[in-house]
């Protein structure tokens, strides 16, 4: 997405936070549309039917989607 808006992004850190990240509320929504897109699961979907509020940080939006991911059955291909 950076490169297609030509955006320059600062270093991926577990606490840099998302609004900082070059990325502005538009540019997340479409992140998680694509990612919805790719995984076949939007997690934001069951946290709006009770789990605690939006991610923040970048670590914690990630956090989001792994825990989505295990609770879906859906297995990463990352090496942690």
Known sequence: MADDSRLSLPPLT????LLDSGLDSLGIAVLVARLEDVLGLDPFTELASGEAGYPVTL?????VYERA???HGVHSTSAD
């Open 59 to 63: 670590g914690a939006f990630v956090d």
């Open 69 to 71: 991911a295990q609770a």
């Open 14 to 17: 577990d606490d840099l936070v």
